[in-house]
């Protein structure tokens, strides 16, 4: 009987809602947000979070779209790598490539939708499951630090603090994956008009489509915006 009703205290807990924080704290955590995504200097650091939304995208479509997943790997200057096996050309190779710069953004749309019905703990859950799954494939010392660290404090402050820190918390994280989704495709953008980033991802969808790349960045651009867009609206009740 005991365990039946600690059984159904966790499902409420997971799966139930949360009262809606101040609106001066949604707006606050915005703010901390863009204070880390806009001063290069910690960005350098923060982008860390980014690249493993961005890697976490192309291997969760690789094995949606049929293709084997090898590995991951995620590197001190904040570029990754995903590695997945199958047919080098199609959809399912498209659509994996396109993953990853539009997975930021619509991860934090995605979040923006779980805060504004009231699941702040399902989405720390969430996020501290994919992290967990994600770690299974990664390949390196520094990526798999990267995940262990990312992962441990939302699985802490999930289980450990108060409903208002979790609150802070995850509109924090929705908040920046929001923001911080929007800067890498300019940071692309701008690699590639100085002659850099040969290889990019817009590079290899153009070609495997023959659409140049610069519609790709267009699509990253568009994706990103208004996700941020949308999510942010969603995060401020509007």
């Known amino acids: 009987m005991a ?12 799966f139930g809602s949360q009262p ?20 290069h200097p910690i960005w350098r ?35 990754g790598l995903t590695v997945s096996a199958g047919k080098p050309t199609g959809l399912g190779m498209i659509l994996t490539a396109a993953a990853g710069y539009t997975a930021p953004p619509l991860l934090g749309l995605g979040g923006a939708w779980l805060l504004a019905a009231h699941h702040i703990t399902l989405l720390l859950w969430l996020a501290t499951a994919l992290l ?18 990312t992962g441990a404090a939302f699985l802490l402050v999930s289980w450990l603090t108060e ?11 929705v908040w ?29 969808l153009s070609r495997l489509t023959h659409v140049p790349p610069a519609m790709w960045l267009f699509l990253f651009h568009a994706v990103s915006l208004c996700s941020l867009i949308g999510g942010g609206r969603w995060l401020l009740g509007l």
Request: glycine content about 10%; charged content about 15%; aromatic content about 6%.
């Open 176 to 204: 920046f994956l929001l923001l911080g989704g929007v800067r890498p495709a300019f940071e692309l953008q701008s690699k590639r008009r100085h002659g850099g980033a040969p290889d990019s991802d817009a590079d290899q």
């Open 45 to 79: 650091l923060s982008r860390n979070a980014v690249t493993i939304a961005h890697e976490g995208g192309h291997g969760l479509v690789a094995l949606l779209t049929g293709r084997r997943l090898d590995g991951i790997r995620l590197h001190s200057d904040t570029s």
């Open 132 to 149: 967990i799954a994600m770690l299974v494939m990664i390949r390196n010392a520094y990526g798999a630090l990267t995940v262990i660290v």
């Open 20 to 39: 809606a924080p101040d609106e001066w704290l949604v707006i606050a955590t915005g703010l901390v947000a863009l204070a880390v995504v806009v001063p």
């Open 163 to 173: 409903p208002g820190v979790q609150a802070a918390f995850a509109y924090a994280a």
């Open 3 to 14: 365990s039946t009703q600690s059984a159904a205290d966790l499902w409420d807990r997971v």
